[in-house]
């Protein structure tokens, strides 16, 4: 199971940033995937999930109405749409798929003016 991220960088508070996690070694259909997020000194959080089919989605109150996930199943990617960013916003952006318990390597996500 590999998962890589990739889009994060440095953005103003206000902007927008697409993230994308590549999946490869598992059948990327058949499962749910994931966001988190881990600020420095602050636990790991979930900000958004979507279903195995892109039907249904949940997203963490602190990000609701201001992030989008989706999925491309037939190109095995999953993407984090953010709009709005806030300097809280800044972290490390992490792919999962709890099915096997696997994490990218992170992307990093700076909000700042």
């Known amino acids: 199971v590999q998962l890589v991220e990739s889009g994060g960088g440095l953005v103003q508070p206000g902007g927008s940033l697409r993230l994308s996690c590549a999946a490869s070694g598992f059948t990327f259909s058949s499962f749910t995937m994931s966001w988190y997020r881990q600020a420095p000194g602050k636990a790991r959080e979930l900000v958004a999930r979507?279903?195995?089919?892109?039907?249904?989605?949940h997203y963490g109150d602190s990000v609701k109405g201001r992030f989008t996930i989706s999925r491309d199943n037939a190109k095995n990617t999953v993407s984090l749409q953010m709009n709005s960013l806030k300097p809280e916003d800044t972290a490390v952006y992490y792919c999962y798929t709890a099915r096997f318990g696997s994490w990218g390597q992170g992307t990093q996500v700076t909000v700042s003016s």
């Open positions: 979507i279903s195995s089919a892109g039907d249904s989605s």
